[in-house]
RNA sequence: GUCGGCGUGGUGAAACGGUAGACACGCCAGCUUUAGGAGCUGGUCCCGCAAGGGGUGGAGGUUCGAAUCCUCUCGCCGACACCA
């Protein structure tokens, strides 16, 4: 009696003689496969792995070993981000130190992932909180900073007051800490910014990259190039001086419609030009713009707020004095801080208009209407009106392009581009990071660490209770030091590094991981890198993406990278949801795989996971649906173990048989086709189908034949992606020779998948009326000739000859009456 | 508000413009009593005894033929959201 199908005796025995053989260690160099580098996202160092990340790695899984037995070098590397808030409010919370907390995480997560039995190279294991690895996040970050990329500035930035830090711009969703949802305030500091505006541009280009649209889109978005023009108006300040007033306009065309302007509540010139009588309001007005949330001053619902400043400004163009409001829909942080304000042409501008009873000035008019009596803005095309000498032209173009020259001619201003991408606030006032690497010196200023001094280790005993400034402040060992330059005495940055920093440079680490002299070994990352698949969620379509793209960028013109994009290909998958939500640990609805893979095994698991839903939607998770891939396992298992014929089997010449090579053929054809197009879920129900056929055949004669011998060498090959360890086993069982994962994938034979019969649909006006079995290559004339003498189809005809045939080969007969 | 994406059985889902519902889950009936979380056979979109008819959120359109393409509309999801 054979063996029964038991996984958890099968799967840790295998994982162990693999790890033991090394058996998904990449080759470096030396080797003339090509190399295949995949990368999933590594996982923050949470505590335990959920349905949702293995949903996230299976997939990849599948295509990295299917890319192995295809004949590629394959580079499929695993490591953790290690830094982060969640561990050090961990550590708060439970009195448990950040680095504890997440060395038992780690070992944690690799002890359920081993049970996954993923192909992924543990070898390169890499966590961001190593001082071997952030010694070289550090040592970037003076790349940058000598570079001048990296530079410490005076701005207001996002605080966020519960977790009593910085955060950048990409971190606050909807006026809330990504984090925490705590609505955001604005603060002033002196923080470190990464010139990620430098690469705006290039940032904007996606050439060569087979990204998905939707994350082309998010990008450019987000960076929000618009092109426009920046004029002077000149301020008159409360003592009597003229002060540039630059604004910045993309609708140039609209400069003679000026009737008031619109300084954000931060801008500088508040102060100039506001009059003593109006002094009080404004101040009042100020300060409370100061204190409001974003998500307050953020609504769009929110009726519009401002107060007259009492000041005016004078439009250059047509000399007019227009008065100078303060208003918070005015944000400092984009263009120039200030507007002018065309309530006639755009929807802001009238809304505020109408509120404070200010003039609206049409300057284009609709084609050959005259301008009435306004009741909304008019954002269209037309002709200019009201415009002096510009008068009569076409608006927007020509109007905007003269209007431009002229501006440029007369040394009022010049066009320009402005970004919504905002620089990459980088500094934390959190303890678990890798500490930024200056030193502040009496004499010398700020001053980089030099290298031979890497890492600024972080040290161990300190008091992090977030209370709104560094925690390494209060830690006198840490911050006193010398000068680099002088050898006196000097402070330390007390900051941390954002760990996103961390998380854009590690797929370099992986290519060298433990190279001890430098971040990474140019010649591995010139053999692997570009990443040839990067694969992970789509909520880090911006954040880290838009990132590591900056760094491989800023490391190029630094002359370290010789490539400018990281990943040339990208796939996202789907969210798993659970219970109406996403899965995550505190909305308590997570499901652990480990438990499942306990009762299934992780081949039925894997399955599961593969077969649920496409991998590049997610679905919904139902605990019911893994019997199922189980049941199919067990039916291989028990199908490979009763009946797999002798070595000498003879083929059996039978329609049985040749139909059972065709399916094995179109199974390899199509199973093909879906692992390379990420399509799992189709790749799973096509073994099942063949095995469905094989378990019909099993008690037939067919079962002792030598194609059904090579039908189940086919599944067996076909099913090693998905299920390595029943792979394996059977792999073995059968008497081939170790490895099955190290054998090439099967070959399909078009002639053998080709059907020799076909159904033809026979449509009359539109509707399906009958269907025939013909042989493949029938010619159309005899198609025609054989259905018009079906007497279905003659009932239908009742003797009027058809308007119109048409034949599509192999599929349908359309005839027409 | 703007821009994307998606609406198919009781459920997860298949379907180069060409047989809608592959492959599963669940359920129903029968058989069997256990290949380790039972198995096997059959059934399972709706109406109809049948012949047949209807059916992919809704309404139109293009086409010999539409789940698929176009227009409008409703619903859900996601991103951005006073960006001048």
């Given at each position: 009696m054979p063996q029964s199908y038991n996984p958890n005796e099968i799967e840790p025995r295998w994982q162990q003689r693999w790890?033991?053989?090394?058996?998904?260690?990449?080759?470096?160099?030396?080797?003339?496969?090509?190399?295949?580098?995949?990368?999933?996202?590594?996982?923050?160092?949470?505590?335990?792995?959920?349905?949702?990340?293995?949903?996230?790695?299976?997939?990849?899984?599948?295509?990295?070993?299917?890319?192995?037995?295809?004949?590629?070098?394959?580079?499929?590397p695993f490591g953790f981000d290690a830094f982060g808030l969640p561990a050090e409010n961990a550590a708060i919370k439970d009195g448990i130190h950040p680095a504890d907390y997440t060395r038992d995480n780690v070992a944690r997560m690799m002890a359920q992932l081993q049970t996954l039995g993923a192909a992924?190279?543990?070898?390169?294991?890499?966590?961001?909180?190593?001082?071997?690895?952030?010694?070289?996040?550090?040592?970037?970050?003076?790349?940058?900073?000598?570079?001048?990329?990296?530079?410490?500035?005076?701005?207001?930035?996002?605080?966020?007051?519960?977790?009593?830090?910085?955060?950048a711009n990409e971190q606050v969703i909807d006026g809330r800490c990504e984090r925490c949802d705590t609505p955001v305030v604005k603060k002033e500091l002196e923080q470190w910014f990464f010139k990620i505006t430098d690469y705006a541009d290039e940032l904007l280009k996606f050439d060569g990259l087979d990204w998905p649209e939707k994350v082309v889109t998010m990008q450019t978005n987000w960076i929000g190039r618009s092109e426009g023009l920046e004029v002077d108006f000149k301020a008159i300040t409360t003592s009597g001086d003229e002060a540039p007033m630059r604004i910045f306009t993309t609708r140039p065309d609209t400069l003679f419609g000026v009737t008031f302007m619109v300084l954000a509540p931060e801008h500088p010139l508040v102060a100039r030009v506001?009059?003593?009588?109006?002094?009080?309001?404004?101040?009042?007005?100020?300060?409370?713009?100061?204190?409001?949330?974003?998500?307050?001053?953020?609504?769009?619902?929110?009726?519009?707020?401002?107060?007259?400043?009492?000041?005016?400004?004078?439009?250059?163009?047509?000399?007019?004095?227009?008065?100078?409001?303060?208003?918070?829909?005015?944000?400092?942080?984009?263009?120039?801080?200030?507007?002018?304000?065309v309530p006639a042409h755009d929807?802001?501008?009238?809304?505020?208009?109408?509120?404070?009873?200010?003039?609206?000035?049409?300057?284009?008019?609709?084609?050959?209407?005259?301008?009435?009596?306004?009741?909304?803005?008019?954002?269209?095309?037309?002709?200019?009106?009201?415009?002096?000498?510009?008068?009569?032209?076409?608006?927007?173009?020509?109007?905007?392009?003269?209007?431009?020259?002229?501006?440029?001619?007369?040394?009022?201003?010049?066009?320009?581009?402005?970004?919504?991408?905002?620089?990459?606030?980088?500094?934390?006032?959190?303890?678990?990071?890798?500490?930024?690497?200056?030193?502040?010196?009496?004499?010398h200023g700020t001053v980089a660490v030099p290298d031979d001094q890497l890492p600024v280790l972080l040290p161990r005993e300190v008091d992090f209770t977030p209370e709104?400034?560094?925690?390494?402040?209060?830690?006198?060992?840490?911050?006193?030091?010398?000068?680099?330059?002088?050898?006196?005495?000097a402070r330390r940055d007390t900051d941390t590094m954002d760990t996103f920093v961390?998380?854009?440079?590690?797929?370099?680490?992986?290519?060298?991981?433990?190279?001890?002299?430098?971040?990474?070994?140019?010649?591995?990352?010139?053999?692997?890198?570009?990443?040839?698949?990067?694969?992970g969620g789509v909520e880090h379509a911006i954040l880290h993406l838009l990132y590591s793209r900056f760094f491989v960028k800023a490391l190029r013109d630094g002359g370290m990278l010789a490539f400018d994009e990281p990943f040339t290909r990208l796939r996202n998958q789907g969210m798993i949801?659970?219970?109406?939500?996403?899965?995550?640990?505190?909305?308590?609805?997570?499901?652990?795989?480990?438990?499942?893979?306990?009762?299934?095994?992780?081949?039925?698991?894997?399955?599961?996971?593969?077969?649920?839903?496409?991998?590049?939607?997610?679905?919904?998770?139902?605990?019911?649906?893994?019997?199922?891939?189980?049941?199919?396992?067990?039916g291989v298992h028990h199908l490979v173990t009763t009946s797999y014929p002798?070595?000498?089997?003879?083929?059996?010449?039978?329609?049985?048989?040749?139909?059972?090579?065709?399916?094995?053929?179109?199974?390899?054809?199509?199973?093909?086709?879906?692992?390379?197009?990420?399509?799992?879920?189709?790749?799973?129900?096509?073994?099942?189908?063949?095995?469905?056929?094989?378990?019909?055949?099993?008690?037939?004669?067919?079962a002792r034949s030598v194609e059904y011998r090579r039908a189940i060498d086919a599944l067996l090959l076909l099913l090693a992606p998905a299920a390595p360890h029943l792979a394996e086993e059977l792999w073995r069982v059968t008497g081939h020779d170790y490895s099955i994962h190290q054998h090439a994938w099967p070959t399909f034979d078009e002639s053998l998948a080709a059907a020799d019969e076909f159904e033809l649909v026979v449509q009359v006006n539109g509707k399906v009326r009958d269907r025939v079995m013909l042989p493949v290559g029938t010619d159309e004339d005899h198609v025609r000739q054989t259905v018009l003498a079906r007497p279905k189809v003659a009932d239908l005809l009742d003797g009027r000859s058809p308007k119109k045939i048409i034949y599509i080969p192999g599929r349908v007969l359309s005839i027409v009456l």
């Open positions: 790890a033991a053989d090394d058996l998904y260690r990449a080759a470096d160099f030396a080797d003339d496969r090509p190399k295949w580098y995949a990368l999933v996202m590594f996982p923050y160092t949470s505590g335990d792995l959920h349905v949702g990340h293995w949903f996230a790695y299976v997939g990849p899984d599948v295509h990295a070993r299917y890319k192995r037995m295809r004949g590629y070098n394959v580079l499929f992924f190279d543990f070898s390169r294991k890499l966590e961001t909180c190593d001082p071997d690895y952030y010694r070289w996040t550090q040592w970037i970050f003076l790349q940058l900073f000598k570079r001048g990329l990296a530079y410490k500035s005076r701005a207001p930035v996002n605080w966020c007051p519960k977790d009593q830090t910085v955060l506001t009059t003593d009588d109006r002094r009080a309001d404004v101040d009042a007005y100020v300060a409370e713009a100061r204190n409001a949330s974003d998500i307050d001053r953020q609504s769009t619902e929110r009726e519009k707020t401002g107060v007259f400043t009492g000041g005016h400004a004078v439009n250059p163009l047509n000399g007019e004095r227009v008065p100078i409001w303060v208003a918070d829909y005015v944000l400092m942080t984009y263009g120039t801080g200030a507007i002018m304000a929807e802001r501008d009238f809304a505020f208009a109408r509120k404070f009873g200010l003039e609206v000035r049409p300057v284009i008019s609709p084609e050959g209407e005259p301008v009435a009596e306004m009741t909304e803005p008019y954002i269209g095309e037309g002709t200019l009106v009201n415009s002096g000498r510009f008068d009569g032209l076409r608006a927007p173009q020509p109007a905007i392009e003269e209007i431009n020259a002229h501006v440029k001619a007369q040394g009022w201003g010049e066009p320009t581009v402005a970004y919504r991408l905002r620089d990459w606030l980088i500094s934390r006032q959190r303890y678990w990071g890798a500490p930024i690497p200056v030193v502040y010196c009496d004499e709104g400034h560094s925690p390494l402040g209060s830690v006198p060992e840490f911050v006193a030091t010398t000068c680099p330059t002088c050898g006196k005495p961390d998380s854009s440079w590690y797929y370099l680490r992986y290519t060298s991981p433990g190279l001890a002299g430098a971040a990474f070994d140019p010649a591995a990352v010139d053999f692997w890198m570009p990443v040839d698949q990067y694969m949801i659970h219970g109406g939500s996403k899965m995550s640990k505190s909305k308590g609805n997570v499901k652990a795989p480990d438990l499942m893979v306990h009762s299934h095994g992780a081949d039925a698991v894997r399955l599961y996971m593969l077969f649920i839903a496409p991998w590049s939607d997610g679905g919904l998770w139902y605990d019911e649906g893994i019997d199922g891939t189980r049941r199919f396992l067990t002798a070595d000498d089997a003879a083929p059996l010449e039978s329609a049985e048989e040749r139909e059972l090579v065709r399916l094995t053929h179109q199974t390899i054809r199509a199973v093909t086709e879906d692992i390379e197009h990420f399509k799992f879920n189709t790749y799973v129900a096509s073994l099942m189908k063949l095995r469905n056929a094989l378990q019909d055949a099993h008690r037939t004669e067919l």
